[in-house]
């Protein structure tokens, strides 16, 4: 076992955060969030009915 995977194994964070560590070093999946991040943000700009700058001040996308 390597350094690194002895710290990710014996560390105190979640299953999931440590699941999610290994994921943020494979292209692929980097590569597949950002495209799904964009397709989000993009069809929430398109379907939004208020301009973006005239929502006083919240942040876009929030409830």
Known sequence: MTAAKTI????GYSPRVL???KKIHDA????YAVQRIALVLSRRLVEDDEPLFAQKGR?????
């Open 28 to 31: 692929s999946y980097v590569d």
């Open 59 to 63: 942040l876009y996308g929030a409830q």
């Open 19 to 21: 699941e999610l560590r």
């Open 8 to 11: 990710l194994s014996t560390s």
